[in-house]
């Protein structure tokens, strides 16, 4: 078993001891690199090595381990040419798009 289980809702996980399912979607994502996985697999279909390539400075081990996470929690499914969201993680990244808005709008007030 993994010194950190996959968050799961229903179990414990950072933040609530019963496990509420938002607070175990924030555990996972909170994971270093979670995020940038999902985001670079956005378009469809990436093979590892160009998944490492983009994702800069990660290493094949931490990117195998974030792979093997989001495969259990169902967000990501290897296909014919690498790894791609499902359908669920289709809807996370749909449930993200307000939150980039909000980096934008952010942004934009911190320049003026």
Not at 17 to 37: H, Q
Not at 75 to 101: N, S
Request: positive net charge; hydrophobic residues 35%; aromatic residues 6%.
């Amino acid at each position: 078993m993994p010194d950190h289980p996959i968050p799961r809702p229903g179990r414990p996980v950072r933040g609530s001891e019963t496990g509420r399912p938002l607070m175990a979607a924030l555990d996972l994502l909170g994971r270093r690199w979670t995020l940038r996985v999902i985001w670079e697999l956005r378009e469809g279909d990436v093979g590892f090595r160009e998944l490492r390539r983009r994702c800069e400075r990660m290493s094949s081990s931490v990117l195998a381990t974030r792979l093997g996470e989001l495969t259990e929690a169902r967000i990501v499914e290897t296909g014919g040419e690498g790894y791609r969201l499902t359908p669920l993680g289709e809807r996370l990244l749909d449930a993200l798009h307000p939150l980039e808005k909000w980096g934008l709008a952010w942004e934009k007030a911190l320049r003026e």
